[in-house]
RNA sequence: GGUCCGGUAGCUCAGCUGGAUAGAGCAUCAGCCUUCUAAGCUGAGGGUCAUUGGUUCGAAUCCAAUCCGGAUCACCA
């Protein structure tokens, strides 16, 4: 149990005792003490005093007497401040804390606890790349997960591919036209550049053939409808969904090339999915959920046949939800493939990892799900975070702005291979370790540095910011990893030795922040925010920096001490390696 | 226009279920490598927490209004 609820309880108990009084654990506050006070948790008493008491001075002697009678063993001392009860804490119970936790690696983490949840991430479309804005996603889909995995649930990553649609069609219109029957290989391109290269051919051809159009007295609007190129890409949807073999076969083809391009960013970037829906598949979905929510009453149609519903009593809009030619729309094949991942998984959580450009559609989609009564609505869950956004602006495919991700994880990856070499540590490496290394660095920065944000914000990237390795970033975390393994290389730790020893300021400090890892975990998972476990090592990282400046663990005063500090080093560093593991990230033994 | 989100140091961000003198990192300046990895440590300067009003013993935090920025309101996904 944390010291914080161990606290609550107290003073509830102690409440009871001497005033009979019944409160909850929201009546109070329990804070961290400020540094400049003695004690290390304060209990602040103003909103005691509601209850009927007198002074705050009164009320705080006897229930800090109270509390240090009935917990000799946690509380040793307190004092009062302007309405704040600081209480100091017993360096036994410190170093009980120690002695029971340093060595577990698991320390943080709670058992199974038998709910399965569902993580939606990545959901990349097949015409071209990735960029910075998936990564962001990724990144946040899988640290989300691994938080998850720490607080007991079973876990279960998945990706819908949008696969298919006007945005493909446009890539391989361009491709019949321009590619002259180039491929991937002929053109020793990596799959997913070599379709985004037609993707962006055909935009300057739709751009050229407009412009055409408009110099022959078309309207901006009519010349964008009546582009050949636009013409032609309608036609190879309309084939594509009548199944028509040759474009089904270059559908099948250009994709493939994408899937091979996205499956070697996602193992470069150490990403994977327990399960790929593909659009393809899924677009269908929904229809009998038409019908269901037709014979609900939910749904109405209307005189050209197109199904709506109407939001307008919940502040939205009318939606349609299938259209007038019997397909469905985005949101009906969502509740469809909602309610399969349901059924397919058994999930008691769903969770989205989308753009928040989607905040309506996520609601209406859980909306509608609710008014159907489907069993899966409550279980929807969007976790909803910003554009990622360059100093110069938004990042816009057709200005070529946008940061695409192959290219970013090599620059990071050299930057590091830069900085390793100019530090020249590890010249003994072998050079795979070399390799390994880099990338070790390298992607910890990067994904440190798009998680340490709270997800919900929208977020800068700074290109030069971004690839420094000093202070609030992965390398530095990495590096007090590294500096305590390789103390540990050098000094055997003795566990039979018995400390008794009074707490010197910085001894205690880590243990504080130690303590406090499991309840940062549990507040992770509960807001699906990553940021808070990166900023909590890097907070530890520091605390422990700052300790070693001024403490020697190979030269310690006493045997005592040594085996203490060993102690707190190994403790400190299960810690660091596994917050980092819940953000994605490795942490290497040397550096 | 409706709805939603945001505005904290030169820059990027914490803090937001109300609590003590608003915190980090970067950048700037000044120190610390015969001593466990200087990708480190210590210190300094830098703030009208967008503005105004309200609630409260107490407001960056809650409420209202205003200003500024963004997203969204498709028979696209």
Not at 233 to 240: A, K, R
Request: aromatic share 10%.
């Amino acid at each position: 149990m944390s010291i914080v609820h161990i606290l609550q309880k107290a003073v509830i108990k102690s409440l009871n005792n001497i005033y009979n009084l019944t409160v909850t654990e929201q009546d109070f506050q329990i804070n961290l003490t400020k540094n400049e006070f003695e004690g290390d948790y304060t209990v602040v008493l103003f909103s005691l005093l509601k209850k009927n008491f007198t002074s705050p001075d009164i009320l705080g002697i006897q229930l800090g007497n109270d509390l240090i009678k009935n917990n000799s063993k946690i509380f040793i001392a307190f004092n009062i401040i302007k309405g704040f009860l600081n209480l100091s804490i017993a360096d036994e119970f410190w170093i009980a804390l120690l002695k029971n936790n340093y060595d577990d690696t698991c320390y943080g983490k709670q058992p199974l606890n038998g709910k399965r949840v569902m993580v939606e991430y990545s959901s990349p479309n097949t015409n071209k790349p990735l960029h910075l804005g998936h990564l962001r996603n990724n990144f946040l889909g899988w640290s989300v997960a691994e938080i998850l995995k720490s607080c007991g649930y079973k876990v279960f990553k998945s990706c819908i591919v949008n696969d298919r649609g006007v945005h493909i069609c446009k890539s391989m219109i361009a491709w019949q036209m321009f590619a002259d029957g180039a491929t991937p290989q002929t053109n020793n391109t990596k799959g997913d550049h070599f379709v985004g290269e037609y993707y962006v051919k055909f935009n300057d051809e739709y751009k050229r053939q407009v412009a055409e159009l408009i110099e022959k007295n078309y309207t901006q609007k009519d010349a964008e409808k009546d582009a050949p190129i636009m013409k032609a890409v309608q036609q190879m949807l309309q084939d594509w969904e009548a199944g028509e073999f040759s474009v089904i076969e270059l559908w099948k083809t250009m994709n493939g090339w994408v899937y091979e391009g996205f499956a070697a960013t996602y193992k470069n970037i150490g990403s994977d999915f327990d399960k790929t829906y593909y659009e393809s598949n899924t677009y269908l979905l929904g229809k009998d959920i038409v019908q269901q929510g037709l014979d609900k009453d939910v749904f109405y149609r209307k005189e050209d046949s197109s199904i709506w519903i109407d939001l307008t009593e919940n502040g939205l809009d009318e939606k349609l939800v299938l259209r007038k030619d019997g397909t469905s729309v985005y949101i009906t094949q969502d509740i469809g493939l909602a309610q399969q991942k349901y059924e397919e998984y058994k999930i008691d959580e769903s969770i989205y990892v989308i753009g928040d450009e989607q905040n309506y559609h996520m609601k209406v989609l859980k909306l509608i799900a609710q008014k159907l009564s489907v069993a899966s609505a409550d279980a929807i869950h969007h976790l909803s975070y910003g554009m990622v956004e360059l100093p110069s602006g938004k990042m816009k495919s057709r200005e070529g702005t946008v940061v695409d991700a192959d290219d970013l994880v090599d620059e990071m990856i050299n930057t590091a291979r830069k900085h390793t070499e100019e530090l020249g540590k590890v010249k003994d490496f072998t050079a795979p370790e070399l390799v390994h290394l880099y990338k070790t660095i390298g992607l910890g920065a990067m994904k440190f540095y798009l998680l340490r944000v709270d997800p919900k914000k929208k977020m800068v990237f700074n290109p030069e910011e971004s690839i420094d390795f000093h202070g609030f970033t992965g390398p530095f975390i990495q590096y007090t990893y590294a500096r305590i393994k390789s103390i540990l290389r050098k000094e055997k730790f003795d566990p039979v030795i018995n400390i008794s020893t009074n707490l010197l300021k910085s001894e205690k400090d880590i243990l504080v922040a130690a303590e406090q890892f499991p309840l940062v975990i549990s507040e992770a998972a509960k807001e699906l925010d990553p940021s808070k476990v990166a900023n909590y090592i890097f907070t530890l990282a520091k605390t422990f920096n700052s300790f070693l400046s001024e403490l020697s663990i190979i030269k310690a005063e006493s045997e005592e001490k040594k085996q203490l500090r060993l102690q707190l080093a190994i403790m400190t560093a299960n810690i660091l390696k596994s917050g980092m593991q819940m953000l994605g990230i490795d942490v290497p033994e040397r550096m």
